[in-house]
């Protein structure tokens, strides 16, 4: 089927933990560096995650982020995967995300998930069993919010009088919901404008979800390979920073409630047994040619750019690498199938 271009993209987390070879100033700057780079080899789009109280310095602010790369990017579709939208105020990230959708001349895209962390809600003063309904009226107050008339909403959780808010966005970002189970993917089909999916989970709920609401949807896809020239060697040496960040997730509920899913005893395991996949620029050519072919909706597929304590350079080796010897394969496939 003919569709349009697919978008490959950088993840980012911007955690920077114990012991620091450089300051937070110093990495920040780096990753900058890297994003403008990345889009000069051809990565087309950045999204930004978020998490709070952490101490590796886990991105609490991504819109603030977000308005940084507008500013040293020319073309790079920008999105968070994604937002903790029930522990915000849904008036606050209406006005922020329009100021990067401004600021961006039109390349933003708003992911929201619902959240998970017992800490980040109990800090934030919101019940954790009230995400489902602050996740709708969140989204329906944002929507009201970018059309610059009185918002007017009463709902369970939000009371919001005749206020407009201002500046109107003249591209208001789409808002993608996230998540990895059911109910949040059906939810994403009945409310969202795009499905963030993780490693691949849920596409088949999803485009049954859309069927049965009679919509068209599509999916912005977070891929947890890591392509390398050796995959064995960097798969070794990525087992500390791999465990870290998998057993992190676990700790936190990501995956199921902390401490009835356990934790990966090495780095190894949790290559081997999670989401990760290590593969060279042959493997990766034929797995996501094959992995956009088998989900056409999908129009945005990013990988993590570095992960928790890897050092910068160390994931630009692999972003070269992507850039040089998988894309432009990956590209061409489609291309040849009238895919892309």
Excluded at 229 to 245: C, G, N, S, V
Excluded at 256 to 272: I, Q, S
Excluded at 302 to 311: C, D, I, L, N, T
Aim: hydrophobic share 40%; net charge negative.
């Amino acid at each position: 089927m003919t569709r349009e271009r697919v978008r490959f993209g950088l993840w980012y987390d911007f955690r920077h933990p114990a012991p620091r070879a450089e300051s937070f100033e110093s990495f920040y700057s780096s990753c900058l560096e890297q994003i403008a780079w990345a889009e000069e080899l051809g990565f087309e789009s950045v999204w930004l995650t978020e998490h709070h109280f952490c101490e590796d310095g886990y991105t609490p602010s991504p819109l603030v982020i977000a308005g940084a790369i507008a500013a040293r990017t020319r073309s790079m579709r920008i999105g968070t995967n994604l937002m903790l939208l029930p522990i915000a105020d849904p008036i606050r990230v209406a006005e922020d995300a329009a100021a990067v959708s401004i600021l961006s001349g039109g390349r933003f895209d708003l992911g929201v998930g619902l959240g998970y962390r017992q800490l980040e809600f109990d800090e934030f003063k919101v019940p954790i069993r009230n995400r489902p309904s602050r996740m709708e009226e969140g989204v329906e107050i944002i929507r009201r919010a970018w059309r610059g008339e009185p918002i007017r909403f009463s709902g369970r959780r939000f009371e919001i009088g005749d206020v407009a808010v201002g500046p109107v966005p003249e591209h208001p970002p789409r808002i993608l919901m996230g998540g990895m189970s059911e109910p949040a993917i059906h939810r994403a089909a009945r409310i969202g404008d795009g499905f963030l999916s993780t490693g691949g989970i849920g596409h088949d709920i999803y485009r049954a979800a859309l069927a049965a609401e009679g919509r068209s949807g599509e999916i912005f896809a977070g891929h947890w390979a890591i392509i390398s020239p050796d995959p064995e060697a960097e798969a070794r040496k990525l087992e500390p920073h791999i465990l870290y960040q998998a057993n992190n997730y676990i700790d936190w509920g990501a995956f199921g409630p902390p401490g009835e899913v356990p934790r990966f005893p090495t780095g190894k395991d949790a290559l081997n047994e999670g989401l990760y996949e290590c593969w060279d620029a042959n493997t990766a050519i034929k797995e996501l040619t094959r992995f956009l072919r088998d989900s056409p909706e999908i129009r945005d597929v990013h990988f993590w750019a570095q992960f928790p304590g890897e050092p910068v350079e160390s994931g630009s080796r692999r972003i070269q690498y992507m850039a040089s010897e998988v894309l432009p394969e990956v590209r061409k496939a489609l291309e040849i199938s009238g895919e892309s």
